[in-house]
């Protein structure tokens, strides 16, 4: 950010979690000397943005927190017994879990969800543990709800290790490749994902917009994509970024660009 202020940038992002909060003087710094300060890839659409920023490029993590809640209802025919694994400090969180107790709320009120909170530097060490305590604590859990799907790499064990597989599934949000190698597995049974291209595309364009002195894009239009066994393949051996949602968005952005 330092960097930009000395170059005279007219714009920094602040992309995929940074959180503007830890900068304010930064933040504070570059406004003042004239540059947009745009958090992108960071905030739900109904959350508040710090103060300070200049706009923001959100993502629907409350829509995404209701389709976690919503595959558990349907998987289980609304007898969801379920445990959501979540790290609050990071600013989305709030979002998504809104969106899981609005679903159950809504759908299956009679549906059981236990929030657990684990700090990011912890997963390693503390979510396996409190998963098999869990899964060994109540015969009748049948859902594990990691939030940000690299959590999964520590659930996955703990299910093995407990010989809950046949009971328990796992469903949780990124469409981080690896995670969707689990899936291709069936280790994981459901992943969204979320294609970091087309954020990327629609970051660039909502922040050229802002440059160009045109209204603020409140929706940035970035889709969700649920990967399972019956798709998952199209990920790539192995998953790879960005594959399996098609292309036809580059020619709609190269389009509305005036590039083709």
């Not at 905030?43 to 389709?67: C, H, R, S, W």
């Not at 976690?68 to 600013?91: F, G, M, P, R």
Request: charged content about 20%; proline content about 7%; aromatic content about 8%.
């Amino acid at each position: 950010m330092n960097h930009a202020i000395n170059q005279g940038y007219d714009l920094i992002d602040l992309v995929g979690g940074t959180d503007p909060k830890v900068l304010a003087p930064q933040v504070k710094q570059a406004t003042d000397a004239g540059i947009m300060v745009v958090a992108s890839h960071y905030n739900g659409f109904e959350q508040q943005l710090p103060e300070g920023i200049t706009n923001d490029v959100p993502i629907d993590y409350l829509t995404a927190g209701k389709l976690l809640a919503d595959w558990a209802i349907w998987k289980t025919d609304a007898d969801v017994n379920a445990l959501v694994i979540v790290s609050n400090e990071v600013y989305s969180t709030e979002s998504m879990i809104n969106g899981i107790k609005q679903e159950f709320e809504a759908h299956c009120p009679d549906c059981k969800a236990r929030i657990v909170n684990v700090p990011v530097p912890e997963w390693s060490s503390k979510i396996q543990p409190n998963v098999q305590s869990a899964l060994l604590a109540d015969p009748t859990l049948n859902y594990i709800i990691p939030i940000y799907d690299s959590m999964s790499q520590f659930v996955v064990p703990a299910v093995t290790l407990t010989g809950a597989g046949d009971r328990v599934k796992i469903a949780t949000f990124n469409g981080t490749p690896f995670v969707l190698g689990l899936v291709q597995q069936g280790s994981v049974e459901m992943d969204i994902g979320e294609n970091l291209d087309w954020i990327g595309h629609a970051i660039m364009d909502a922040e050229m917009r802002l440059l160009c002195g045109l209204e603020p894009v409140d929706d940035p239009k970035i889709p969700f994509y649920i990967f399972d066994q019956s798709n998952a393949e199209d990920a790539g051996h192995p998953p790879q970024l960005s594959t399996g949602y098609g292309d036809a968005y580059i020619a709609g952005y190269d389009e509305l660009w005036g590039l083709k």
